[in-house]
């Protein structure tokens, strides 16, 4: 088992008052999801699934490294969800089989983002979308507060101080929206095209 599992199977019982922070920003994330055509959806790191109700058009798929996380999630979960538990850089799934991948704040704690990407080329179909909610370093006075924090951000299994245009993975995709969110543009929303 990694450490990252590990981590996070410890951390579960601490996630619900994360949820309330990132509350805001994932319900914005959601509503740009449910204007997207009915398609097969593969979320990837759904944490405990606090999120599930948000989903209004699609086939869900999702996935957790941590079983401790899963466990919440399966009870916040209803029958129509699959979920499994799987690394996001090694996925099981066959090639082209999902129209949307969604990764949310999920890429700046992935221990290979490159790999993660490359994972999610491949399982979405041409013309599919990889939709990201994540922090961004931005450049404004948060940057020195990112800087300060990635002493110690490693603990947490989380890259503080991050950047989207470092991971060259990324170019493999043809970014189609951005949306930043409001206060101190520190969050985005990416919507990425599989060519």
Known sequence: MSAQTNFYNRFSFLYPLVDIFLKPQKKKFFDE???LPYGNLLEIGVGNG???????NHKITGIEISASMLNVAKKNSNSEIELFQMNGEELEFAENSF???VLSHVIAVADQPEKLLMQCRRLLKPGGKLLILNHFTPN????YLDRLFNFFSGWFHLKSLFYMEHIKAINQFKLEKEIVL??????????FTKP
């Open 182 to 191: 409001k206060p101190f543009s520190y969050f985005k929303i990416l919507i």
């Open 33 to 35: 999801i449910n204007q």
């Open 140 to 143: 404004n006075w948060l940057k």
């Open 50 to 56: 606090s999120h599930f109700p948000f989903y209004k």
């Open 99 to 101: 129209d949307y991948v």
